[in-house]
């Protein structure tokens, strides 16, 4: 693109909330996986599920499935993705990177029409849950615990707001990539009881002139860990916190295990 041909792109709430913004989340993420990925390893590594396919429920960019793969090598991976934008994304790092082309398969699904396999060790649902309406999150819960295998875990992470409040505007990302700088702007207002709408801000920038430049708007269900362990209960689940505060990293298992 000719730096001269600055223009901004903006989404809407509908559609694919990623089919602008597909090209800037893998490198915006990077910095938050660094510690994330330690503790979902951790977490894997530690289940008492010994086998078991482990799916990675909108697994975007593929950064959870590179964990997943290292936590556990030669366990089978159902990565699933809504997105055609994202899975783009998703299939070139599986392909690109031997440790995950022979055991990760990528089906293009979403919470409500992906076909869950018995006796899975694992299902991450990890920046997912947000994406569901109640009456899918509430579907979600009850679809897994019936296909986990013994000892296995759902892990999730709860992401503020955790109530329908404003979120000012925040850098959330600011990166250089040859000559190029990336920044990612992100803020939030109610909508209704239970929904914030994201208004996200991306970009590129060549010292002080702007390259290109892409908002997208997205509707995001909140809910806190109150509510959630509460949903949960209603399929025999329970909650765990895990890791650090930050990463709002929870395991979910069956009471008892």
Same mark, same amino acid.
């Given at each position: 693109?000719?730096?001269?041909?600055?223009?901004?792109?903006? !989404?809407?709430?509908?559609?694919?909330?990623? @089919?602008? #913004? &597909? $090209?800037?989340? /893998?490198? %915006?993420? *990077?910095?938050?996986?660094?510690?994330?990925?330690?503790?979902?390893?951790?977490?894997?590594?530690?289940?008492?599920?010994?086998?078991?396919?482990?799916?990675?429920?909108?697994?975007?960019?593929?950064?959870?499935?590179?964990?997943?793969?290292?936590?556990?090598?030669?366990?089978?991976?159902?990565?699933?993705?809504?997105?055609?934008?994202?899975?783009?994304?998703?299939?070139?790092?599986?392909?690109?990177?031997?440790?995950?082309?022979? !055991?990760?398969?990528?089906?293009?699904?979403? @919470?409500? #029409? &992906? $076909?869950?396999? /018995?006796? %899975?060790? *694992?299902?991450?649902?990890?920046?997912?849950?947000?994406?569901?309406?109640?009456?899918?999150?509430?579907?979600?819960?009850?679809?897994?615990?019936?296909?986990?295998?013994?000892?296995?875990?759902?892990?999730?992470?709860?992401?503020?707001?955790?109530?329908?409040?404003?979120?000012?505007?925040?850098?959330?990302?600011?990166?250089?990539?040859?000559?190029?700088?990336?920044?990612?702007?992100?803020?939030?207002?109610?909508?209704?009881?239970?929904?914030?709408?994201?208004?996200?801000?991306?970009?590129?920038?060549?010292?002080?002139?702007?390259?290109?430049?892409?908002?997208?708007?997205?509707?995001?269900?909140?809910?806190?860990?109150?509510?959630?362990?509460?949903?949960?209960?209603?399929?025999?689940?329970?909650?765990?916190?895990?890791?650090?505060?930050?990463?709002?990293?929870?395991?979910?298992?069956?009471?008892?295990?």
């Amino acid at each position: 693109m000719n730096e001269n041909d600055n223009h901004m792109e903006q !989404g809407s709430a509908g559609g694919d909330p990623y @089919a602008l #913004s &597909a $090209e800037y989340i /893998d490198i %915006m993420i *990077a910095e938050p996986w660094e510690g994330l990925a330690p503790q979902v390893i951790s977490v894997l590594r530690g289940l008492r599920a010994a086998e078991g396919v482990v799916v990675d429920l909108g697994a975007g960019s593929g950064r959870g499935v590179r964990a997943v793969r290292e936590a556990l090598p030669d366990v089978p991976v159902l990565a699933v993705e809504p997105s055609p934008a994202m899975r783009a994304v998703l299939l070139a790092r599986v392909h690109d990177e031997p440790s995950l082309r022979t !055991g990760v398969t990528v089906v293009p699904a979403d @919470a409500s #029409s &992906a $076909e869950l396999p /018995d006796g %899975m060790r *694992a299902m991450l649902a990890l920046n997912v849950l947000g994406h569901l309406p109640p009456d899918q999150r509430r579907a979600l819960w009850g679809n897994a615990v019936r296909r986990l295998a013994p000892g296995g875990a759902l892990l999730l992470n709860v992401t503020p707001p955790l109530a329908p409040q404003p979120v000012p505007r925040t850098r959330m990302a600011h990166l250089t990539l040859g000559d190029l700088t990336y920044e990612g702007w992100a803020q939030a207002e109610p909508a209704g009881d239970d929904q914030v709408v994201w208004r996200m801000d991306y970009r590129v920038t060549r010292g002080a002139r702007e390259v290109s430049g892409v908002s997208v708007d997205y509707r995001w269900w909140v809910i806190g860990d109150d509510a959630l362990a509460e949903e949960v209960a209603a399929e025999g689940l329970v909650v765990r916190p895990v890791g650090g505060a930050e990463s709002g990293l929870r395991v979910l298992t069956r009471v008892g295990e």
